[in-house]
């Protein structure tokens, strides 16, 4: 039979985009993370009903994350899918106007772990203490690097990431940071698997100011805020919900000053109010794939401006396919795209520092940077 045969059966149809979305996140995204989310999203990509009600949405807002966070954050629970796909019916309306008013901002405090040795690197290097820039800082809470604390461990290995087999045996266990006089219990403990040289500092460096900038900034002392910050959470990851709320409770302590803005239009007015006598960085996680290319592009050449007018270092902390090299490429030629997969590439001034853990939970450090 030809494939031009008139009698022949007609070729399946190819699943449309937004279900194969679905069906992307809920195999490759969710496994490992969220076993309600992995059957949650491909039910939808199965779903042809739900799917034409998604596409109504603009296509930015069909994304598979903000779909579910929207729902949780209505109060769905953890069910099989026939339950799920009943409060949606029941709460669409509603659904559909939080998927329109809000966006994917997860805001993660471990992120610390895997930029404290490099904040405090600078600190020491520089002999100043520092003043710190996020752009992109959803509601800051990566902004208080000295106000965790911390437990590298050398030792152990978290069997969930890729870094897992691979920690220095030659290393002596833990390593513990505190902010000083704290209590324990009144900050998150981020926990951390080391590999590597890492530099790991003997105490936390000085933050003496600390700014973001955000599209649409968070604010921890507005309570629908926090609760759509735990929406984003994904429903069995029970620690990293506590670990949010200890930092959400240090932040609304002190709230950073965050600015509402494009990254690009911001930093550099943003740059000029940090204090002179301060070591300026500016630094980033999670955020360059909501660039494009060109918005990419001029990033790193006010990041080059700030660096040559203001001395200041760069940290960005990405995924592989959107990092900046110094040159402009995105391809890091000494690491197989294998090794990277589900991990940020950490870069200094543009030059690769270390492999993290994309929620902070390992931090390999590359021997090429040691010196
Ligand atoms: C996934 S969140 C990461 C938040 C934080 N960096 C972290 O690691 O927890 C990405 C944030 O970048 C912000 N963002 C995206 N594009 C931006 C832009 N052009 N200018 C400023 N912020 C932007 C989003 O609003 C969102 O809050």
Redesign the pocket.
Known sequence: MSPADPAAAPEPAAEPATAQWYRHFGTVDAPGNSLCYEDWSVAIAEDPELIRRIDEWPHNKRQPLLLLAAARFLGAQISPYREFRSFLDEHWDEISRTVLAR??????AG?CATLLPSLARIAATEGRPLALI?????AG??LFPDRYGYEFDAGSADPGDPAAGSADPGRAAVTRLQPAGAQPGTFPLLRCTTTGPVPLPAQLPRVVWRAG????PLNVRSPDDVAWLEALIWPEQDFRRERLRQAIAVAQADPPLLVA????EQLVALAGRAPSDATLVVF????MA??DAE?REQFRGTIAELTAGRGCHWLSNEGHTVILQADGSSVVPEMDAERLRGRFLLTHNGQPVAIAGPHGQSLEWLQAATS
Do not use: C, K
């Not at 996020?134 to 959803?138: T, Y």
């Not at 980033?284 to 955020?287: E, K, R, T």
């Open positions: 966006a994917t901002q997860t805001n993660e992120r996020e752009v992109g800082a959803s809470l990566a900038i955000d599209l649409n803005g494009d990254l690009n980033h996680s999670a955020v909501y660039l918005g």
